[in-house]
Structures are given as structure tokens and as C-alpha cells.
């Protein structure tokens, strides 16, 4: 068992997160609970800050927000200074309610509508990722119609097979994401941009995908792009100024993971691109990353109550949890491993192979397969651990069941972020 952040386990034996009883927690808000160490994800952002920095190269950390995002959310990012990626108009909409500055706002998406980008123009974003041609025509348009000008970059594919779960790779040859740097067409498509009057070319977008571990990946895909910019600079005549490498910084989830070591991570990427840039000659651009999961997966457990206890006849022992695939869709989806506690049995030995199922009409509402974890009964509280990444941002009310609340947690006070979702508010729609 691995602790996070503010983790400690308390002398009634129980898990405390940000000083706050887990078993206080769930009488309190009830479950599903999803509870943010809120100290943790601030000492995250730091991390990737502080070691984002080298002499003479220009930075900027831009948190995902697809990993995470509500009011609270934007506010600490805010606070910490570090800028936002968004994806769609609703995690846009979100940032624009909660203050956020709009000219710190990356705006991404592969299939970005006339509606999203009318929004991303007329909010004020700092830049519009653009993915493909027929974006930067409707862009064109648009603001032409809206009489705004606007700074980009391009999305391009750099074309590295990062290890790493096939769904959430994004930079093989054939991904859906961006234009490859290797297409016939890349070198027109710029010179597209260079004629616009509009739409400002500033530089690259790549990402190369998510939960990686190979530090090695990350270089490559530093070196590829920095080759990119001077056969841009050679083809088109075009100073790249801005470099975004994208985020995909690896985590622990279990004991298969083995996490990067982020400082040296960050400081060669910086200076794999001083040295790199000083040798071939083109400019030092300023350099962006977009970590998400990085920032908030660990900082996060989900905690619930368990129900049932079921030892099938085929012989797997089942504790049933009162949220499932609907609150954590990732171990369906990806076969995602997990870490799990029982929070009010810190102190007690494990005794059982247990597999952890969530209450869905689904075989695969699976959270955790085969943990070992102390001898649980019903009405124990089960904590999944490091849920704070692509776990609220991925739910859904599939069975019609409402998702969890929210609540940050620090320094022995807890903050609801967001409200438990009521029945009521499932039928609200309907018509
Ligand atoms: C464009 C882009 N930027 C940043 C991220 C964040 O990735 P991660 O959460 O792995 O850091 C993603 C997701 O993979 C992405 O698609
Ligand atoms: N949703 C994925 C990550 C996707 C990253 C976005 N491109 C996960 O849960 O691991």
C-alpha cells in the first residue's frame, strides 16, 4: 500500500487525507465520494514549475484539464499560475466561468465545431490548437465574419509509438490527432498559414500520449520536432516561437508502474532543445508541456461503501461497492490497475484475494481485480486510490446512476467542489 500526498493513516486506524477522517468524509458527504488532496495537487503544479526552468529558454506549463476540471479546479490552477488546456466548449465554458484568464487558454480538439471555435474566438483564447485544414479555413472564416485575429499552432503528429496503453496512444502514424510530420502535403499546409492575414502561425503542437514511463520518448519526440523546425525553416522560410511537447507523464497506479524522475525529465527536455537549436542554428523557441494526469491522478482517491461480500462458486471473492464503471470507467476500458484500502481498517493485515465490482448491470464494472486487502465486511469504506485523473471527468450516469460529489480536502477542512448528482437532476432533460 502506497500513501500520497497527505496520507496518513490515523490512531483510530483509520486513512486521513488533507487531516480529514475518510470515515468523517463519507458521513459527511456520503458515497461515492471523490475526495482532491488539495495541498498535493498544488505541490504537483510546483513540481512541474520548478523544474520546467532552464537559462535562457523561454517555459510554460499548461495543466490538461481533461483530467480534471470544475470551478475549484481552474481556481487552483489559476492560483498556481500555471495556464489551461482545453478540448471542448464545455471544459472551455467551465474555465470562462471560473475566472479564469482566457489569454492563458489553449484551445485543442480534433472536430472542433463552428459553435466551439466561435466561443474560443470571441472568450479571448490565448491560442487555438489547430488540428487540419478544414479548421483553419472555417477559423478563417469565422474570423473574418467575427473581425478578430488569432494566434495558433499546429497540431502535427511526430509519429512515435510511445509505450503505452493503444487507446491512449495519440502520435502513431495513423492517429486521429493532428498532421503528420511526415506528409507530403505538411510543408503547403504552413505556407496556408503564412498567407493568412488572420490566423497567426506561432509554432507546434505534438503529444505523444499518456501514462509514459520512458523518459527516452519524450526526448525523441523533443529531437523530432526540433528536426521539424529547421526543415521548416529550410522548406517554408518559417521561425518556429513556440514549441508545446503536450503532457503524458506517467504515474503510479500500482506496483507495475515505475513513474519517470520528473526533474531530470523536464531539465533534459529543456536542454536537449538549447543544445540541439544552438547547433543546427534556429532560434530557442519558447516551450510549452501539458501534463494532466501528472498533476492530480495521485492526489485523488475515490471512497466508497461496500455492500456485499460474494465468494463465487467459480472461486473469485467479490466486495460489491456502491459506485462501479460509472464514477471510474478506466479499468473497463483500459484494463487499468488500481490500488485499494479498506479506510477504516488502515492497521490490519491483509487476509484475502478479493476482486472489487462496482454495482452496473455489467460483468466488466470492474474497479480493482485481484487485491489483497484485509477481511472486509459490508459497510466497510473501500478507498480506491490515485483516482484523481480521467476518473470524475469520465463518468456517466450510465443505469441512470448520479455521480459522486467532489470534495477538496486540506488541512482538516473539506470543501465541496461539486454536489452529489440527485435523480432529480437525471430526469432534469428529459422531456
Ligand atoms: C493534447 C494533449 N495534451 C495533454 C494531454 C494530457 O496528457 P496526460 O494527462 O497524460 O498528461 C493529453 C492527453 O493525453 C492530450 O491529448
Ligand atoms: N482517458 C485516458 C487518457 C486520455 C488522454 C487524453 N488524450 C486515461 O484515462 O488514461
Known amino acids: 500500500m502506497r500513501l500520497f500526498g497527505t496520507m496518513e493513516i490515523n490512531n483510530k486506524g483509520h486513512l486521513e487525507i488533507g487531516g480529514c477522517d475518510s470515515t468523517n468524509l463519507v458521513k459527511e458527504y456520503q458515497t461515492p465520494l471523490y475526495v482532491i488532496d488539495e495541498k498535493h495537487v498544488r505541490e504537483n503544479c510546483r513540481e512541474f514549475k520548478d523544474n520546467f526552468i532552464l537559462e535562457g529558454v523561454e517555459t510554460e506549463v499548461i495543466y490538461a484539464s481533461k483530467a480534471f476540471l470544475n470551478i475549484a479546479i481552474c481556481k487552483l490552477i489559476n492560483e498556481e499560475k ?237 466486495i460489491f461497492v456502491d459506485g462501479g464503471m460509472t464514477d471510474n470507467p478506466r479499468t473497463a476500458l483500459y484494463g487499468a490497475k488500481y490500488d485499494a484500502v479498506v479506510a477504516n481498517k488502515m492497521n490490519q493485515e491483509n487476509e484475502n484475494l478479493y476482486t472489487v465490482a462496482g454495482k452496473c448491470c455489467e460483468s466488466g464494472d470492474i474497479l480493482v481485480k485481484d487485491i489483497e486487502l484485509p477481511k472486509v465486511e459490508r459497510r466497510d469504506i473501500l478507498g480506491v486510490m490515485s483516482t484523481g485523473a480521467y476518473n470524475y471527468s469520465m463518468s456517466s450516469n450510465y443505469n441512470r446512476i448520479p455521480r459522486p460529489a467532489v470534495v477538496f480536502v486540506k488541512d482538516g477542512e473539506a470543501k465541496l467542489t461539486v454536489k452529489r448528482e440527485t435523480y432529480e437532476d437525471i430526469i432534469r432533460n428529459d422531456l
Not at 161 to 189: L, P, V
Not at 230 to 246: A, Q, S
Request: hydrophobic share 35%.
Open 82 to 318: 500555471l495556464s489551461l488546456d482545453v478540448v471542448s466548449g464545455g471544459e472551455l465554458y467551465t474555465a470562462i466561468k471560473s475566472g479564469f484568464p482566457a489569454e492563458k487558454i489553449y484551445m485543442h480538439g480534433n472536430n472542433k465545431t463552428e459553435y466551439e471555435l466561435r466561443m474560443a474566438l470571441e472568450s479571448g483564447v490565448g491560442r487555438i490548437i489547430v488540428d487540419n485544414s478544414n479548421e483553419l479555413e472555417l477559423l478563417e472564416y469565422l474570423c473574418e465574419k467575427l473581425d478578430k485575429n488569432i494566434d495558433v499552432l499546429l497540431r502535427v503528429n511526430p509519429g512515435i509509438e510511445a509505450h503505452t496503453h493503444e487507446y491512449i496512444q495519440t502520435s502513431k502514424n495513423d492517429s486521429k490527432f493532428g498532421e503528420s510530420i511526415f506528409s507530403n502535403d505538411i510543408f503547403n499546409f504552413i505556407r496556408k498559414f503564412q498567407l493568412s492575414s488572420r490566423v497567426s502561425l506561432k509554432g507546434f503542437h505534438c503529444h505523444i500520449g499518456s501514462q509514459i514511463f520512458e523518459e527516452n520518448f519524450f526526448h525523441q519526440g523533443t529531437l523530432v520536432m526540433i528536426d521539424f523546425m529547421e526543415k521548416v525553416k529550410d522548406e517554408c522560410g518559417f521561425i518556429t516561437e513556440e514549441l508545446n511537447l503536450g503532457g503524458g507523464f506517467g504515474v503510479y497506479y500500482s506496483h507495475e508502474d515505475e513513474p519517470i524522475n520528473l526533474e531530470a525529465c523536464l531539465k533534459g527536455m529543456l536542454q536537449l532543445i538549447k543544445d540541439k537549436t544552438s547547433e543546427i542554428g534556429v532560434k530557442v523557441p519558447k516551450v510549452m508541456i501539458e501534463p494532466g494526469r501528472a498533476i492530480v491522478a495521485n492526489s485523488g482517491i475515490t471512497l466508497y461503501e461496500v455492500g456485499g461480500i460474494k465468494n463465487t462458486f467459480g472461486g473469485r471473492d467479490y
